[in-house]
């Protein structure tokens, strides 16, 4: 198994609303990446779980709450979105978080978000 | 800092050759990739560079020069569906990807 999974592929919610987006990865991997991207713009790092522990988070607003509740596993949790939170959030995964020619991040499809 | 430059949009002509330069300044270095991103899509990687340089992969290689703060990606013999964006990353000291702003390259027939 040599793939990142993300559900939901597509989302839209209310400002409102709670939703969550899950990544998954059977590959072994230690580290796990939450970005955003918005369209015709390179991808920003959120957050970064290494051994399923926090160690980054780049200033992103609390509305915004990741978990790891297992070392394949990588949760994002949405509440009270703005309608600027709009993009393509993207889960990647690496082997762990030294360097080497082994730390390519894995990319999941993607999920289209849009906060009405 | 860290400040990463690749051109905005490139054209190129379907079996042709495409070089896409990237060049970088950072306080921290720990390898560059080389990413390709189709539109709507997640990134996949194409190429790694840690020392100088040229690494080849079938149709595409990847050029390091660190002193010169420089790579680029030569794709050969391109085809209609090499038609995506390419996106530079540098490893910084922290074994994070800083991106550059990506490479929208244009096939025509």
């Known amino acids: 198994d040599t793939e990142v999974t993300q559900t939901p592929k597509h989302l839209v919610m209310g400002m409102t609303n709670k939703k969550s987006l899950k990544c998954e990865q059977h590959?072994?991997?230690?580290?796990m990446y939450w970005y955003k991207q918005k369209a015709k713009k390179p991808p920003e790092l959120m957050f970064v779980y290494s051994y399923e522990k926090l160690s980054i988070n780049e200033s992103v607003p609390s509305r915004f709450s990741p978990e790891c509740p297992n070392s394949s596993l990588l949760n994002l949790h949405l509440h009270a979105l703005q309608p600027e939170d709009s993009a393509l959030y993207l889960c990647?995964?690496?082997?762990?978080?030294?360097?080497?020619?082994?730390?390519?991040?894995?990319f999941g499809p993607g999920t289209r978000l849009t906060v009405l | 800092g860290q400040n990463i430059d690749q051109p905005t949009e490139m054209t190129a002509t379907e079996g042709a050759i495409v070089q896409i330069n990237c060049t970088y300044q950072t306080s921290g270095f720990n390898g560059l990739f080389w990413y390709q991103q189709h539109a709507g899509e997640a990134p996949t990687f194409l190429s790694y560079n840690v020392l100088d340089g040229l690494e080849e992969k079938g149709r595409f290689s990847s050029f390091l020069s660190r002193s010169k703060g420089y790579s680029y990606l030569l794709l050969k013999e391109l085809q209609m569906k090499d038609s995506a964006s390419y996106l530079c990353a540098l490893m910084d000291s922290n074994y994070q990807l800083i991106w550059g702003a990506g490479t929208k390259l244009i096939i025509k027939p």
């Open positions: 590959m072994g991997h230690r580290a």
């Open positions: 990647a995964s690496t082997l762990r978080t030294s360097g080497g020619s082994y730390n390519e991040q894995f």
